[in-house]
Each structure stands twice: as C-alpha cells, then as structure tokens.
C-alpha cells in the first residue's frame, strides 16, 4: 500500500484518498473528515472535476488515440 501512496501525484492526492484494503477505521476517519469538512469536501470535489475534464475526454481520448496509432505505423 505504501508503494501506491508514494507513487500518487500531487493532482491525484487532492481527489481522494487511498486507504488500506479492509482498514475499516481508516475508511471511517476519511468519510468523517468529508463529512465534516465542508471546505474539504468542495476542494476535492473540484479538483476532482478537473482532473476528470482534463483527462477523460473526447479530445483527450483522441489524442492518445492517435498517438497509439501514429505509434504502430512508424
């Protein structure tokens, strides 16, 4: 798990968190800080919302689309 944690950007650490596959106090310590943070919760929120719209769209989908297939035929 630590491998994963250090491998996170600094955009990917903003969006979310990563916790411990069946660490349950952990998963309720991040739910209640989303809970009770609102300012928290807005900023992941929105740094979320850009790393979606920067990376998972039709522009961003074709580009790297295209780059695969300038690849194969070089």
């Known amino acids: 798990m630590d491998v994963i944690k250090e491998e996170m950007d600094d955009d990917e650490k903003k969006t979310g968190f990563v916790i411990e596959?069946?660490?349950?106090?952990?998963?309720?310590?991040?739910?209640?800080?989303?809970?009770?943070?609102?300012e928290?919760?807005?900023?992941?929120?929105?740094?979320?919302?850009?790393f979606v719209k920067n990376n998972f769209t039709w522009k961003v989908a074709v580009k790297e689309f295209v780059s695969v297939i300038n690849e194969k035929h070089v």
């Not at 596959?21 to 609102?38: A, F, H, M, W």
């Not at 928290?40 to 979320?48: A, D, I, S």
Request: hydrophobic residues 20%.
């Open 40 to 50: 928290k919760r807005q900023e992941m929120g929105n740094e979320e919302y850009k």
């Open 21 to 38: 596959k069946g660490n349950y106090n952990e998963y309720i310590d991040k739910i209640s800080i989303l809970i009770n943070d609102e």
